[in-house]
């Protein structure tokens, strides 16, 4: 084998190795967990996207009883602070579980939100798994 085609083939193979370390790197938890959402009230998870880990929000969750959960960028979150109905990436509607698979292509920070704040009595013990890969 020439030097060239050798040299060549080397890249290669580091070129390979190197993008497999990078898909497998930026594959982040972003929750990972059980916990309770009190009644009247909402859990949230906020998590950011660079142009390192830019790809798609994907899992599921569920819940002892309906639950809405909902993916907002930053101004969404700021207009469903207020009570008030904000555009969501991803809306569950009232469910006791769901998958989420969406693709987070712009850098910014986004939140997941758990929200229980339909329930007045009955606190919601949420199982979540997601990730950003």
Known sequence: MSSNKARVLCLCIIFAFFSTVAQIAYCQDIV???????????SEVEFRVSILNKGELNGSFQSTDSI???????????????????????????????????????????????????AFLKDRTVLANIVLN
Not at 32 to 42: D, L, R
Not at 91 to 117: C, P, V
């Open 68 to 118: 809405e959960v909902y993916v907002l960028d930053e101004n969404g979150y700021q207009i469903f602070k207020q009570g008030k109905s904000a555009f969501a990436l991803y809306n569950s509607g009232k469910t006791t579980h769901g998958k989420i698979k969406i693709n987070l292509n712009k850098e910014a920070r986004y939140r997941i939100i758990f929200d229980n704040r339909h």
């Open 32 to 42: 990972n967990s059980q916990f309770v959402v009190k009644a009247g009230s909402y």
